[in-house]
Antibody, heavy 124, light 107 residues
Framework: EVQLLESGGALVQPGGSLRLSCAAS????????MSWVRQAPGKGLEWVSA????????HYADSVKGRFTISRDNSKNTLYLQMNSLTAEDTAVYSC?????????????????WGQGTLVTVSS | DIQMTQSPSSLSASVGDRVTITCRAS??????LNWYRQKPGRAPELLIF???SSHSGVPSRFSGRGSGTAFTLSISSLQPEDFATYYC?????????FGGGTKVEIK
């Protein structure tokens, strides 16, 4: 059974930093691209970032480009999201999502498993 | 960026009703369109991928159609667990984008 468990969410002040983790199990982590998706309170889904299976290519939404960094450690089956220069607009539940097709790429694909998410609150 | 527009944004229906949700892309996305259901307080669940392929374990009452810029998700007979919010998503080009969601409520 696929399991994705996020951690690292917290209350942080504007301008602060946070590192989220997503521990994966139940599948061959190194074969799948992974993404982070966020959902602000009462709002819809917003894709944040993706990383291909090898970690050699990363992609970001314009809203986080230059501030967030996605990475992965295939030896630890763990996905990360380093978030810097946080603003109130970054307040959301952040979830990791696994692609469904083991192409290693995130385009032309879908998210077949999601974690429950970790809450990031940016406030003074 | 490709904009995804869902309609309606909300609807009221009864158990047993047939429901159709529409998703339109601002440019052609071929068949790279997925549908998810999100129950309150829960993670989204994949229903349909590649416009019309049902994800494993998804009940047959869910079906998807379309290609290019116009897509639909149909639920043939609404069940109590289907009262939720539905999202479409395009994975044709980066950034990946979701529709704004359609909330299906009990009439």
């Amino acid at each position: 059974e696929v399991q994705l468990l996020e951690s690292g969410g917290a209350l942080v002040q504007p301008g602060g930093s946070l590192r989220l983790s997503c521990a994966a199990s139940g599948f061959t982590f190194s074969s799948y691209a992974m993404s982070w998706v966020r959902q602000a309170p009462g709002k819809g889904l917003e894709w944040v970032s993706a990383i291909i299976n090898s970690g050699g290519s990363t992609h970001y939404a314009d809203s986080v480009k230059g501030r967030f960094t996605i990475s992965r450690d295939n030896s630890k089956n763990t996905l990360y999201l380093q978030m810097n220069s946080l603003t109130a607009e970054d307040t959301a539940v952040y979830s990791c999502a696994k692609t469904g097709k083991s192409s290693g790429y995130y385009l032309y694909n879908w998210f077949d498993s999601w974690g429950q998410g970790t809450l990031v609150t940016v406030s003074s | 960026d490709i904009q995804m527009t869902q309609s309606p944004s909300s609807l009221s229906a009864s158990v047993g009703d047939r429901v159709t949700i529409t998703c339109r892309a601002s440019q052609s996305i071929s068949s790279y369109l997925n549908w998810y259901r999100q129950k309150p307080g829960r993670a989204p669940e994949l229903l349909i991928f590649a416009a019309s392929s049902s994800h494993s374990g998804v009940p047959s009452r869910f079906s998807g159609r379309g290609s290019g810029t116009a897509f639909t998700l149909s639920i043939s007979s609404l069940q109590p667990e289907d009262f939720a919010t539905y999202y479409c998503q395009q994975t044709y080009s980066s950034p990946l984008t979701f529709g704004g969601g359609t909330k299906v409520e009990i009439k």
